[in-house]
């Protein structure tokens, strides 16, 4: 539909359960490229109470996670409508990318916390939620998503590098588009410095005060999944089982921790790109802001990092998740098989009329 702008609300939770990103956001497509604009964003930190219902969601029994899946739904059209009191805007919809519950693709199970129903019944909006579970059901990973809007909002990037709870990266191939998880980041950082009363490492400046500890870096290198090919993908399952194990078991102080976590961080990140003509790597996500990361990425990486305005650095899964239910309000691909690994690319996510 080109020509046409439509406005759309994007919702992303992130593992890190720093609260829930809002963006309001413009998609135009003019001679076969898409536009767009960012109108309205914000991060609504969540309270000790919701981050405990959603850190204890997994273990939950089946009656009561249902009665969280229809009560997050509920928040989020609450946060919605707050959010939009003061714009005369009305957005054509809202995608919700929910708060991930279950992500085990191998076993054919996702969740993402946050009914879509309750959400749409909030808000009076057409809703899409659950962009995964179709993708995983043609046998793909249910993830990245966001390499769709790698390729058409972002055209001008080599290697488009997220740093949230984990990194993942996407790029083009001769075989088509290609993304997928490549370590854990912030969720690992906080795991670490938890103990201290601390919520993160802020700047990485206990990081850049430890040293290398080669027994522990050579546990967390050695992790299997940094020998599987693409597609892939990583859970807290995941991290659960075998990154904090390594952790858990070094000697090493909280500061020789996070300095080891950032130089595995830095080498999983920097092996994955490949040095030839000069090209750009667009960074985004909380990551960006931990100023002794950055310098490593800078150090080891064979290419131009480019850290965007502070809305893209901040807020662009929540804005691609908004171009994603775009997209799939017309019916069109927003999911790659060539990403997933899914016998073919699909128009994901269901659809919630607010009639």
Not at 21 to 46: C, M
Not at 98 to 112: E, L
Not at 189 to 194: F, K, L, T, W
Request: net charge negative; hydrophobic share 35%.
């Amino acid at each position: 539909m080109e020509n046409k702008k439509t406005y759309a609300v994007g919702l992303m939770s992130g593992t890190s359960l720093d609260g829930l990103d809002l963006v309001l956001a413009s998609f135009q497509e003019t001679n076969g490229r898409w536009h767009f604009s960012i109108l309205k964003a914000e991060t609504r930190p969540y309270s000790a109470a919701w981050k405990q219902d959603l850190t204890a969601a997994p273990k939950l029994p089946g009656e009561t996670l249902i009665a969280l899946h229809k009560s997050y739904g509920k928040y989020l059209g609450e946060q919605v409508n707050d959010f939009l009191k003061d714009t005369d805007l009305r957005p054509s919809l809202v995608a919700s990318h929910g708060h991930t519950v279950f992500h085990q693709p191998v076993a054919g199970m996702v969740f993402q916390l946050g009914d879509g129903n309750v959400l749409a019944a909030e808000t009076g909006l057409p809703v899409i939620f659950d962009f995964r579970s179709l993708d995983v059901a043609l046998g793909g990973q249910g993830a990245p998503l966001v390499p769709v809007g790698d390729r058409l909002l972002f055209p001008e990037y080599a290697y488009c590098l997220n740093l949230g709870g984990f990194a993942n990266i996407s790029y083009e191939t001769d075989h088509g588009r290609i993304a997928f998880d490549l370590c854990p980041v912030n969720l690992v950082q906080s795991y670490v410095v938890r103990p201290t009363g601390k919520e993160y490492d802020k700047d990485g400046e206990n990081g850049r005060k430890g040293s290398v500890d080669p027994v522990l870096l050579k546990c967390l290198d050695s992790l299997d999944y940094y020998r599987l090919p693409p597609p892939k993908s990583l859970g807290r399952e995941w991290l659960e089982s075998h990154f904090y194990p390594c952790l858990d078991r070094s000697s090493a102080s909280t500061d020789d921790k996070l300095r080891t976590v950032y130089e595995h961080i830095s080498t999983q990140i920097c092996r994955t790109i490949q040095p030839g003509q000069p090209s750009k790597m667009l960074v985004t996500g909380g990551g960006t802001h931990n100023i002794f990361l950055m310098k490593l990425l800078n150090n080891k990486c064979p290419i131009e990092i480019v850290i965007p305005d502070e809305k893209i650095a901040d807020y662009k899964e929540a804005l691609i998740f908004a171009f994603l239910g775009v997209l799939r309000m017309e019916n069109r691909i927003n999911c790659l098989a060539s990403v997933t690994g899914a016998r073919k690319d699909s128009s994901s996510g269901l659809v919630v009329s607010a009639n």
